[in-house]
């Protein structure tokens, strides 16, 4: 079967495009976004029966201090996707080694997660029907990668597991944390080792180094004041936690996500 594959970026000065026959349109829809003033720019990356066939950046990287130019190579916070290209992806591998089942209770593997939440599985932590709520407390200061955790573990559930859907990061940096008791190391480690680069995802990371700041995109500032944050994962819980968490922190690439993609749609082969 053949299968279009597509990863996109909003956050983003045209470069290289090879033919592709729908890219008058998806230019123009791009370039109609970003004059509406939806988004700052774009880098889109269309690939077609294991091939790219089309890519190209659109619009600002950045807009402040100063205008920068979107490349294809800009490097973006991709936040929730954290979720899926490095927790979901490291645990997978570990399942693979036999080394926990889906319906095995979190508790058999972090013992401090308690406070009513025994009957949790780590399934119902992916599925996000955990009862837990959205997130750990943020209304006073914290800081952390171990207090995140205990934050986690000592949050009482909104309702039983099973019972409804409820997208939490909580359940992901649960899992993340379940990836460093399994096979001791952060998940940041384990990831870069075990999917980024085995995939060649050179440019997929958490925790980015200053030499690679200007390639990435802003996201938000902290005060109205103040500079956007850029290089600094912009999801409060994993800035709090030191920039490693299993739900945000990773910093990536269109043409690295589109390895991902790619993995996928080939049934997990790399």
Partial sequence: MKVLWCAAFAAATALSA???????????????????????????????????VYRKAYGKRALVPAPEAMTADTIFDVA???????????????????????????????????????????????????????????NSPWTGYATGIRLAATTRPEGPPGARYVYSDINFILLGELVHRLSGQMVSDYARQNVFAPLGMKETMFQPPASLVPRIAPTERLNPTGAPLRGVVHDPTARNMGGVAGHAGVFSTADDLARFAQMMIDGGQG
Wanted: aromatic residues 8%.
């Fill in 18 to 52: 090879q033919t592709f026959s729908g890219s008058a349109a998806l230019d123009e829809a791009i370039n109609l976004a970003i004059e509406q003033g939806r988004l700052p720019g774009a880098v889109l990356v269309i690939g077609h029966n294991g091939q790219v």
């Fill in 80 to 138: 929730s996707l954290t979720k899926v290209v490095a927790t979901t992806s490291s645990l997978m591998k570990l399942f693979e080694q036999g080394k926990f089942r889906l319906n095995d209770k979190i508790t058999e593997y972090i013992p401090e997660f308690q406070g009513g939440k025994s009957d949790i599985t780590i399934r119902n932590l992916f599925t996000h029907f955990s009862g837990l709520a959205p997130d750990v407390p943020l």
